[in-house]
Structures are given as C-alpha cells and as structure tokens.
C-alpha cells in the first residue's frame, strides 16, 4: 500500500517508471491520459527529473504491470525533512508497530506514544532514527504525578504512510484496530517482536494466578492476537 498524496525520492524508481511509462505508452503525456492522471504534466516531468515519484501516479502504474526495484527503504519526500520507510516489514518495524497498537495514538500530523519505561522511550529514540531517519521529541506528562513520557513523531508523511499500511486511523483506534493480513506471512523475529513490544505496553499478569492477560475493545485483534500466539505454539483462552 503506498500513502496517497506524497512522493518517493528515489533514483531507480523514477527512472525505471519513466522508463515504464515510455515504452507501455509512448510518451509520458500519453501515459497521463491513459492513467486518467489528473496532475499537471509540467509537474510530473519536473519531479522524476529530480528524482521524485509521485504515489498515486506509481501505484496506478503498479496496477498496469510496473515493478518495483528490490530496495530495502522507501525515502517519501515531505516538509522540511524526507521521512524513510522499510520496504517490507522486519523486525525493528513490528517492533515499533507493537509499541503503537499497545500505547499509541495517531493524529492528523504525528504518532505519540505514551510510556514511564526508560528502556521503551530509550528503545523508541533508537527506532525512530533507525527506520524512519526521525528523532522524537520527549514530553513528561507533569500531572500524572509518575515518570510517564510522551514520544512523538511528528510527520504527516509518517501518519500517512502507518495509516495506508497498517490501517490505523487517527484519534480512538481501540474498537476498530486488526492487523493487516502480510503480519501473518512475516518471518517468526518480526512476529515475535510485534507481540514483545505489545505485551510490554498492554500485558499484564493477572493477580494471585499464572495467567498472562491482556484486554483490547477490538474482538477482530483479540482472535489476531490469538493466532500470532499459536504460531509459536502458545494456546490462549478468550473472553
């Protein structure tokens, strides 16, 4: 899924889609017509001049048979800053997704995650650096009157890019939140640190018992969860 409305900056994408483009329909102005681009030509040429890929325009190629270049990182141009994102998910991108879906919450122009852990602030600094070439801010909540801390990734290129990937949307995401269906297909380290980060956020051992519990509004991410456990062998009840 690519985000609409943004562009990836990326010499063998641009050169390989003009190239595409050319050979499919002759010339770039032709392909726009027969893609039903609405986006000015003048703006298109100038862009993949620079490198530059606009989304919409790729994924519509995408659907007449373009294929991506194997690259590991999209770099999406957006703002004062270019935002790079895994081509595929890996272990450190489930990682930080188990972070969001358990103490995260999406707005129009930034993911916060909200935690008093050192090491979990600690570990989202690194991982905004590793993956998306951001550095969080870090706010203490002073009211809570305990060591809680606000991480935040503020992009609207990020926001779009989670939410055309994984679904989430801005605002109360508890009652509506599932995983896309690629989790499933993902590598046993990428699964598991998904669920690590996510029980590190919203798990919790049950008093006076063995159990390790956690609750979620959404019953689709409750039996997700509950498969993702099964795939390592770990049984689970639900109620």
Known sequence: ALPPAT?????????????????????????????????????????????????????????????????EHMVF???????????????????????????????????????EDDEIVGRLSYLGNALFGMTPSVLRDKRSGINLRRVSFSSKILVSIVQAVFGLPTGKKSSIMRLPPFFFAADATSRRAFLRAYFDCDGYVEQGTRHIEFATASKVFAYQLRLLLLTDGITSAYS
Do not use: W
């Open 77 to 115: 141009r957006g703002g004062q800053k270019d935002v790079s994102f895994p081509l595929s998910l890996n272990a450190e991108l489930a990682e930080f997704m188990g972070y969001v879906y358990g103490d995260g919450n999406m707005g129009r122009g930034s993911i916060h995650i909200t935690n």
């Open 7 to 71: 562009r990836l900056l990326d010499a063998s994408i641009s050169s390989g889609l003009l190239a595409f483009l050319r050979t499919k329909f002759g010339t770039l102005k032709a392909a726009l017509r027969a893609l039903s681009f609405s986006r000015p030509y003048c703006q298109i040429s100038g862009e993949l001049k620079k490198r530059e890929v606009d989304c919409s325009l790729l994924a519509k190629a995408m659907a007449t048979g373009f294929a991506l270049p194997i690259i």
